[in-house]
Nanobody
């Protein structure tokens, strides 16, 4: 099993910044990607950003490109999401995930609330 501990959510005004952290522990063998999804009230869960543990590939949702940056510290088994120029529509619960090849699959954090006031 892989455990994911998230931190860094909170309330911020529009235009502000937050940084989310997600630390992986447990059986981290062969984690090949980590990242963040989010789910707003009444909305489907969507991929926000992801990165391979090798760092050679990152992906962002179109809605966050140029504002959010994902980074990782492999020595700490931690991934970060720096969120700048936040908008009210970024309000959601943000879930960290870690991926391992099959048969293991994906693991999820408990979620952290991000609220952006207008």
């Amino acid at each position: 099993q892989v455990q994911l501990a998230e931190s860094g959510g909170g309330l911020v005004e529009a235009g502000g910044s937050l940084r989310l952290s997600c630390a992986a522990s447990g059986n981290i063998f062969r984690i090949n990607a980590m990242g963040w999804y989010r789910q707003g009230t009444g909305k489907q869960r969507e991929l926000v950003a992801s990165t391979t543990t090798s760092g050679d590939t990152t992906n962002y949702a179109d809605s966050v490109k140029g504002r959010f940056t994902i980074s990782r510290d492999n020595a700490k088994n931690t991934v970060y999401l720096q969120m700048n120029s936040l908008k009210p529509e970024d309000t959601a619960v943000y879930y960290c995930f870690a991926s391992r090849p099959l048969p293991w699959g994906n693991y999820w954090g408990q979620g952290t609330q991000v609220t952006v006031s207008s």
